[in-house]
């Protein structure tokens, strides 16, 4: 399986690409602030958005436009990209604009969707479903890399808690790190209040503190969803980082850092 990366992995960027300026504008932004620091950068944005709490909430702006857009971005700024993907057929076409493809929580055990992102040779990160226990996600790795992929990436995003609430387990990181793939820390949808109304709604004032105690517990990267005016965002406008915070938070996680 593959080693643990040398640099933290930060994976940035607004959950849903709304439009050029918005994708390009927050790309500049971590792109300095990372330059400084010594993590590797992966700019994220979905192309649509499949799961959606209420069949009005808004979805993309469609899928070969949106991901243009982060492809442009990516390459403007010296970049690798992530996007997620919800069906066998999207992962070829998704690979060809993105480094890296995203397996949704929700589909995380689908042995297909797996095995289609394995085979177009992408770094594969898969989320931890919120039913899921950690140890199971070496058997949804595993279906990456007996496809012949290595490059798998696993992720903790909470677990469901009663009604329209997530909790985090950080015992979770420890057992899926001794899969030896890197493990990454969701900070953002850790602190989502699902379908609590129209939209999911969430407690962005926890994303520090639970950021702080996955980097002292010990992670390989860490996710975080950030858009300029989190209240006007399309999608997750409850727990998107404001944009102009995000230098001081990606600080204060790496001074926490332990591998």
């Given amino acids: 399986m593959q080693a643990t990366q040398q640099l933290p992995i930060i994976i940035a960027g607004p959950c849903l690409v709304e439009s050029r300026d918005l994708i390009m504008r927050v790309a500049e932004h971590l792109a300095g602030i990372c330059s400084t620091m010594p993590v590797e950068l992966v700019l994220k944005g979905s192309y649509r958005k499949a799961n959606r709490t209420s069949a009005g909430s808004f979805s993309g702006?469609?899928?070969?436009?949106?991901?243009?857009?982060?492809?442009?971005?990516?390459?403007?700024?010296?970049?690798?990209?992530?996007?997620?993907?919800?069906?066998?057929?999207?992962?070829?076409?998704?690979?060809?604009?993105?480094?890296?493809?995203?397996?949704?929580?929700?589909?995380?055990?689908?042995?297909?969707?797996?095995?289609?992102?394995?085979?177009?040779?992408?770094?594969?990160?898969?989320?931890?479903?919120?039913?899921?226990?950690?140890?199971?996600?070496?058997?949804?790795?595993?279906?990456?890399?007996?496809?012949?992929?290595?490059?798998?990436?696993?992720?903790?995003?909470?677990?469901?808690?009663?009604?329209?609430?997530?909790?985090?387990?950080?015992?979770?990181?420890?057992?899926?790190?001794q899969t030896g793939l890197p493990v990454i820390f969701d900070a953002t949808h850790s602190v989502q209040q699902p379908s609590i109304g129209a939209q999911s709604g969430g407690r962005r004032e926890f994303i520090p503190a639970l950021a702080r105690a996955a980097a002292a517990v010990g992670i390989d990267g860490i996710f975080v969803e950030t858009h300029p005016d989190p209240a006007s965002a399309l999608s997750d406008a409850a727990t998107q980082l404001p944009l102009e915070q995000m230098a001081e938070f990606l600080a204060m996680v790496l001074d926490h850092w332990h591998r």
């Fill in 61 to 177: 702006i469609g899928d070969e436009q949106a991901l243009g857009f982060l492809q442009e971005a990516g390459r403007v700024h010296g970049l690798r990209t992530l996007t997620d993907i919800h069906s066998d057929a999207e992962a070829a076409m998704a690979a060809e604009f993105v480094d890296v493809l995203q397996i949704p929580a929700f589909l995380s055990r689908q042995t297909s969707l797996l095995q289609a992102a394995a085979a177009t040779g992408r770094t594969v990160n898969i989320k931890k479903a919120q039913f899921m226990a950690p140890d199971d996600m070496a058997k949804a790795a595993e279906k990456v890399t007996q496809a012949g992929n290595p490059n798998v990436w696993l992720t903790e995003r909470g677990t469901s808690f009663g009604y329209h609430d997530l909790v985090v387990d950080f015992r979770s990181l420890v057992i899926m790190r």
